[in-house]
């Protein structure tokens, strides 16, 4: 199995997970690295400890206007995140077409995700035959149904308790070939049009603004096929912890 594993975004406290990182996929799957990042960030050390086959480092402020959102104040980090993802795929596309090499498997990760559970060989493959996306759910007892809140008297965005939506996404960690990769890869470039989508059709305000809600519409409005990346968590996903 080849595999290409994309690091994006900042690097944040990547010394913190590169052992668990090195541990449930490196050293399993053997994966050439690519890397997008940041001018500012430890690139030097990360390259270092990951020798990365091909990697790419950007000026923050040369690209900032394209950051800003032209509809609502979503999450100030949703832009970055999305155009680093975008930036590191076109680092593997480019290799790939200059060597003519082909990867069963793409994975793309944040740099500072502990990974605690390892990934599952026959989830990996499952994922290749059926074409989809593999990646953590989000965990949350209440789930959000539009249909029946927009029966209701009152607005959702007024009740306490925010709900998720159905399959909603972890939007740290995603696995799968190079079809379903390419399009969620680069969705950069389409990222608002799920934000219009929910705030025309009523959905909670904050949704509008969340991260993991706006690429799981993005994933459902381009037909882009995603299950669960499974494991050992109180919900059954893949047991992971972000390090700040």
Aim: charged letters at 30%; one cysteine or more; hydrophobic letters at 35%.
């Amino acid at each position: 199995m080849k595999v290409a594993l994309c690091f994006s975004g900042k690097l944040g406290a990547w010394e913190q997970t590169k052992e668990s990182i090195t541990q449930h996929i490196i050293k399993p799957l053997k994966p050439d690295i690519f890397l997008f990042t940041w001018e500012g960030e430890d690139y030097h050390k990360f390259c270092k400890y990951y020798k990365p086959t091909r990697f790419s480092i950007l000026d923050y402020s040369s690209h900032a206007r394209k950051m800003k959102s032209t509809t609502i104040d979503i999450w100030s980090g949703l832009k970055p995140m999305t155009f680093g993802m975008k930036k590191v795929f076109g680092v593997l596309a480019d290799y790939m077409r200059l060597h003519k090499k082909e990867y069963d498997l793409i994975i793309r990760l944040r740099p500072d995700l502990d990974i605690l559970d390892p990934l599952k060989t026959h989830e990996l493959k499952d994922t290749i035959k059926r074409k989809h996306i593999k990646m953590p759910f989000y965990e949350g007892h209440k789930i959000y149904d539009h249909e029946e809140e927009l029966k209701k008297e009152f607005a959702f965005s007024f009740v306490y308790e925010k709900a998720i939506l159905p399959d909603q996404i972890n939007d740290q960690i995603a696995v799968g070939p190079i079809e379903p990769m390419t399009k969620y890869m680069n969705c950069f470039d389409k990222i608002e049009e799920p934000v219009d989508f929910m705030w025309i059709d009523g959905y909670p305000d904050y949704m509008c603004r969340i991260p993991e809600c706006i690429i799981t519409m993005f994933l459902k409005m381009y037909n882009i096929k995603y299950s669960p990346l499974t494991g050992t968590s109180e919900f059954g996903n893949l047991r992971t912890k972000l390090i700040k």
